[in-house]
C-alpha cells in the first residue's frame, strides 16, 4: 500500500470543471476526498465518479462566501476521515464581463465574497487543522489575471491577485511548520465557467483566444496534472510559488 492511500482532500468548487478534474486524478493514487460545492447535483456527480474508482468521497454543500458553511466543510471532513493533508481551494466565479465602472455593487461583491473571502476562510480554517496534525499542502487556485491586468474581469482580477498575497504570506509564516502553500495561475481553460463566458461575452472571447500564443485553451486535465504534483511530497521544497499555466500568455 502506498503513503498517499490513507491522506485526505478537501476541494472547494469540486463538481464541476478544475475542481472535478483535480479529483480526479487525486483519486488515481487512493486519496480520499471531501468535495465541496454549492450545488449539490454537481457534487454528488463528481463523488459517484470517485467512487468508480475506489476511494472513500463525501459531498458537501457550501456557500464559500459564508464562514460558518467554510467552518462546516472543515469540520464535517474532520469528522468524516480525522485530518485533512491537502486543500485544493479551488472555488470562484468570473464575475459579470463587463469594464469595472459599470460593475454593480452586488456584483462586485459576489464575486469578492467567493474569490477571495471564500478563499481565505478556506486557507485559514484548514490551517488550524494542518497546524495540529504536523502539516500539509495547499493549493490556491489563483489566474493570468492575478499575474497582470485583463480588460472586463476588474472584481475577478483584485480577488486572483488577492490570492497570490494570501498564498505567499502563509508560506512566510508557516513553511516551518509542516504547511506547503502554492498557487496556481492558470490561462482561459476549457470549464463551465470559461464556457459561459465565452457564450455570454461572444464578442470579446475570440480575442482572449487569439491573445494567448499556444493559440487554444487550456484543458482541465492539464491544470490538474500540475494541481496533483504541487499537493504532493514530490513537491515539498516548492512553497509560495506561482505557477502560471496559460499557454504562453503571460509570458508576453
Not at 99 to 125: M, R
Not at 151 to 171: D, E, F, N, P, Q
Amino acid at each position: 500500500m502506498s503513503e498517499t492511500k490513507s491522506k485526505v482532500a478537501v476541494i472547494t468548487g469540486g463538481g464541476s470543471g478544475l475542481g472535478q478534474s483535480v479529483a480526479l486524478k487525486l483519486a488515481e493514487s487512493g486519496i480520499n476526498i471531501s468535495i465541496v460545492d454549492i450545488s449539490e447535483t454537481a457534487g454528488q456527480e463528481t463523488i459517484t465518479l470517485l467512487k468508480q474508482k475506489g476511494v472513500d468521497a463525501i459531498f458537501i454543500q457550501a456557500d464559500v462566501s459564508r464562514a460558518e458553511d467554510v467552518k462546516n466543510y472543515v469540520d464535517r471532513t474532520v469528522e468524516h476521515f480525522g485530518t485533512i493533508d491537502m486543500f485544493f481551494n479551488n472555488a470562484g466565479i468570473s464575475g459579470p464581463g463587463t469594464q469595472f465602472a459599470e460593475n454593480t455593487i452586488e456584483q462586485i461583491n459576489q464575486v469578492v465574497g467567493i474569490n477571495l473571502l471564500g478563499g481565505l476562510y478556506g486557507i485559514k480554517y484548514v490551517l488550524e487543522v494542518m497546524l495540529q496534525h504536523g502539516g500539509g499542502s495547499i493549493v490556491n487556485t489563483s489566474s493570468s489575471a492575478g499575474l497582470v491586468g485583463q480588460a472586463t474581469v476588474g472584481s475577478y482580477s483584485a480577488t486572483k491577485h488577492g490570492i497570490i498575497g494570501i498564498t505567499r504570506t502563509v508560506a512566510v509564516e508557516y513553511a516551518d511548520q509542516g504547511i506547503q502553500i502554492n498557487a496556481i495561475a492558470p490561462g482561459t481553460t476549457e470549464t463551465p465557467m470559461v464556457r459561459q463566458y465565452r457564450q455570454d461575452n461572444p464578442e470579446t472571447f475570440q480575442a482572449v483566444e487569439n491573445a494567448i500564443p499556444q493559440r487554444r485553451l487550456g484543458q482541465p486535465e492539464e491544470i490538474a496534472d500540475l494541481v496533483a504534483f504541487l499537493l504532493s511530497d514530490r513537491a515539498r521544497y516548492i512553497n509560495g510559488a506561482v505557477i502560471p499555466i496559460d499557454g504562453g500568455f503571460t509570458a508576453q
